[in-house]
Structures are given as C-alpha cells and as structure tokens.
Antibody, heavy 121, light 106 residues
C-alpha cells in the first residue's frame, strides 16, 4: 500500500525559501498513471492546490504561486519536493503531498499526513 | 480561475439523517468534480470522483450528482463516523476546492 510522508523545516523566516520533500513508499513514483501534487491548507485560504509534477518532469502550478514555487522529482530516491521562495506569513499552512491519478478514477487518492509550516521571524 | 462555491458552511444533523451539500462552479467543469472528507488533524480522503462515482471502499450511503456548474453530495443514513468536514474540488487547471462544509452532530 502506497504511503507518502512529508519532511522539512517547520519554521521558516520571512523572505527565505520553504523546502519540503515527499517520500513515496510502497510503490514507484515513476508510475505513468500519476501526477505528484502539493496542496496546502490554512484557515485563511482553505485547501489550495499548489501544483504537480509528472515523473518525467512536466509541471503545472497555481498561477498565484507560479513565480515562487518549484516542484522537482528525484526518481532515484522516489521523492518529490517543493520549494517556495520569498515566503511571508501568508504562506503559513499545513502542507500536504498527494498522488493524483491521471486516469479514472481521477482524484487525489493518496495523501501524506501533512506537515505544519510556520513563517515567522 | 474557476471558483467553487460550497454551501452550507456548516450543518447539524443526527445519526440516521440524510444530508445534502451543494457546490456551484463559476464556469462549466463538465463532470470534473470530486468530493473529499476530512477529519481533524488528518488529510482529506477521496469519496466521490467525476461527480457521481464512488471511490473504491467508500460506503454506498455516499453519493454525488451534477454536471456543468451545479453539483450535489449526499449522505444517506448518517453514521457516527461521518461527522467531519466535506470539500468539493474541480480539477481543471488550476485546480480549486470549495470552502468546506462542517457536518456536526445535532
């Protein structure tokens, strides 16, 4: 059974870069039927889709974050990562990684447990 | 960007009740809408995909319908474990979620 696990710093200073990694176990990230996504959740924004990556490297981002977000994949480690630059307090949220199916049944069908990130000096 | 307007924001119900949540999309998303359940401190779980299809392992008391811009999600015969927050999501890019409906025990 596939499992995803987020890791990374819980506290980031304003203007710095938030970096998170999602480790995939119980299956290969290189499976062609899936995208690998990042979603965040805060009381202010609710659930917000940040973007996703396909194992070959194709990405898509939310337009409001596209200038600051970079999602990358490390197939050798079966991991994918999120970097969000120039963070502010508005980026404080619980960050989830998730698997998104490219074929029916469509949807975010496997999620990490989420990691809470606070932006504060 | 497509906005998903979900209502109500909260709902009180009893075990055995039938409840319905609606989501209105700001543009035509055909049937590209999913529904999720989230419990406190946990990640969302996929319940319904493509507006009306039950995801594997999800009890049949959960159902969805709709197309275009108007979607509904129904739970029949509410069970104690169903009290949670529910979200709709459309998956045209950029993907977006509704604001959520918190289902509470009356």
């Amino acid at each position: 059974q596939m499992q995803l696990q987020e890791s990374g710093p819980r506290l980031v200073k304003p203007s710095q870069t938030l970096s998170l990694t999602c480790s995939v176990s119980g299956g290969s990230l290189s499976h062609g039927d899936y995208y690998w996504a990042w979603i965040r959740q805060s009381p202010e924004e609710g659930l917000k889709w940040i973007g996703y990556i396909y194992y070959m490297g194709t990405t898509a981002y939310h337009p409001s974050l596209s200038s600051r977000a970079v999602i990358s994949v490390d197939r050798s480690r079966n991991q994918f990562s999120l970097r969000l630059s120039s963070v502010t307090a508005a980026d404080t949220a619980v960050y989830f990684c998730a698997r998104e199916s490219r074929a029916s049944p469509y949807g975010l069908d496997v999620w990490g447990q989420g990691t809470a990130v606070t932006v504060s000096s | 960007d497509i906005q998903m307007t979900q209502s109500p924001a909260s709902l009180s119900a009893s075990v055995g009740d039938r409840v319905t949540i609606t989501c209105q999309a700001s543009d035509d998303v055909t049937e590209d809408v999913n529904w999720y359940q989230q419990k406190p401190g946990k990640a969302p779980k996929l319940l319904i995909y493509d507006a009306s299809n039950l995801f594997r392992g999800v009890p049949s008391r959960f159902s969805g319908s709709g197309s275009g811009t108007h979607f509904t999600f129904t739970i029949s015969n509410l069970q104690p474990e169903d009290f949670a927050t529910y979200y709709c999501q459309q998956y045209h890019l950029p993907q977006s979620f509704g604001q959520g409906t918190k289902l509470e025990l009356k």
